[in-house]
């Protein structure tokens, strides 16, 4: 699949299926009229790719409650509320700027370009009407498009948590989602340059969690880290406050992961893309197992103790392993690629703990530096992919999310402040920033 939008694999085509017949029907029929296909027309092909992408959409909308509840588990308890403020606001700013900006400047006569049109709104169908040359409904594909967005900027709240102000935050989700994402998605999804070049990213290992994780890593390097985590060379953990919860977001991810990879298929009207949307689902499933058992066999070797904390992040390693790339490995491919996306995620986040790099959820492993090993092993797989393309998007994208980020991040550093003040930090955000606490009987 070249572009996420502009090629959509049998969206108008006339398939053939099998008919079905009454049993006395079939017995006084001809062979070869009870063989005989049956067309499935436009109109029912449209039916069902809209209704991919509504089902889709609203699996990767669901994601945003995984990264709410996986990220209110991993932050202590006094800043459980404003990981719950932010995921909500964000999901509401990022829907109203790829209305607003965003789509168009991803999907608007990029035509093999660097960026899309600057227009306000995006007009959908009259009511009652249907665009059956594209072969789905407007409205199902802006929806379906807008929550990947959300998906992006959720991987920024959770590496910032715990010491970042809300406001920047939130003008840092307009600039992504408004601005950066989408221009960033038109070189690709919206047939730009590296679509013409042949770089290949099904579903967005890059384009999705490689831009969040660039974006988290920039704020993070200039945020600094949280007070007490690195102190006289060592690392002090700090414990989430519920495990349960956390695993909870992770399994909700886990089953939003499916619209996100099934539905990136873009087309459910023939028997082909049916089948192809069901193959994901099984590849995607069998890459976050992968991640699981490798998590858990290399923790355990390592540190002869199992951290649940690293095994959730081992699943969701997988799952973004196998996003660039979740229909052509076979059954054994997908489980190696989502273990060698866990294996990565065990040996990094100790890595940022020596650069003193504070990534609380770790999200810039398994976002970014995951999301850059399944993106260029996609070649691996799918024989219209090169490792040489593959590679030269992964350092595009890298280099344009990570300097475009450092300044939005840099003026908000230098005007509004990025940072809570200690005093602020000490007591949580939940009671300087909010003024409601998650748990006010115990918070810590």
């Known amino acids: 699949m070249t572009t996420k939008k502009h090629l959509l694999r049998g969206a108008l085509t006339l398939v053939s299926v ?122 199902s594909d802006w929806f379906f498009q807008m929550v990947f967005v959300a998906t992006a900027a959720s991987i920024v709240s959770g590496t910032l ?96 992961w499916f619209g996100f990879n099934g539905a990136s298929q873009l087309a459910m009207g023939t028997i082909s893309d049916v089948s192809d949307v069901s193959r994901i689902f099984v590849n995607t499933n069998m890459a976050a197992a992968g991640g699981v058992v490798t998590a858990m066999i290399l923790l355990a070797i390592m540190y002869k103790k199992v951290d649940v904390t690293m095994v959730l992040n081992g699943a969701l390693a997988g799952l973004v392993s196998i996003t660039a790339e979740p229909l052509a490995p076979a059954i054994w491919q997908a489980i190696v690629i989502g273990a060698i996306g866990a294996a990565i995620v065990v040996f990094t986040v100790p890595l940022l703990d020596k650069l003193k790099i504070d990534d609380v959820v770790g999200a810039i492993p398994v976002h970014l530096f995951a999301g850059i090993w399944g993106t260029i092993i996609v070649a691996w797989t799918n024989a219209d992919a090169s490792f040489v393309t593959q590679f030269i998007g992964v350092i595009a994208y890298g280099v344009f999310t990570l300097v475009c980020s450092f300044v939005v991040w840099a003026i908000l550093k230098a005007t509004v402040g990025m940072r809570v003040s200690l005093e602020d930090e000490m007591i949580g955000l939940d009671k300087a920033e909010v003024g409601v606490e998650a748990y006010p009987e115990f918070s810590q």
């Open 18 to 139: 099998a008919a079905l017949s009454l049993p006395a029907l079939a017995q006084d029929a001809a062979p070869e009229a009870a063989a005989a296909p049956a067309a499935v027309s436009p109109e029912v092909a449209y039916i069902f790719n809209t209704l991919l992408f509504l089902i889709g959409g609203f699996l990767v909308m669901w994601m945003a409650a995984g990264f709410a509840m996986l990220e209110a588990g991993l932050v202590r308890s006094k800043n459980v509320s404003m990981q719950s403020l932010k995921n909500i606001a964000l999901f509401a700013v990022a829907g109203i700027m790829y209305w607003l900006i965003g789509y168009n400047l991803m999907y608007g006569n990029v035509d093999g370009g660097y960026i899309g049109t600057f227009s306000l709104g995006y007009p959908l169908d009259e009511v009652g009407g249907a665009a059956l040359d594209t072969g789905y409904s407007t409205a």
């Open 161 to 256: 948590a715990e010491r970042i102000k809300l406001l920047p935050f939130m003008l840092f989700v307009v600039v992504l989602t408004g601005f950066i994402y989408p221009i960033a998605g038109s070189w690709q999804w919206g047939g730009g340059w590296l679509s013409e070049m042949g770089f290949s990213d099904f579903a967005g290992s890059t384009l999705v969690h490689s831009v969040g994780g660039w974006a988290a890593l920039a704020g993070a390097i200039l945020l600094g880290a949280r007070s007490g985590k690195y102190v006289d060379g060592k690392v002090h953990p700090m414990p989430g406050s519920s495990i349960p919860l956390a695993t909870l977001g992770t399994f909700i991810l886990w089953l939003g």
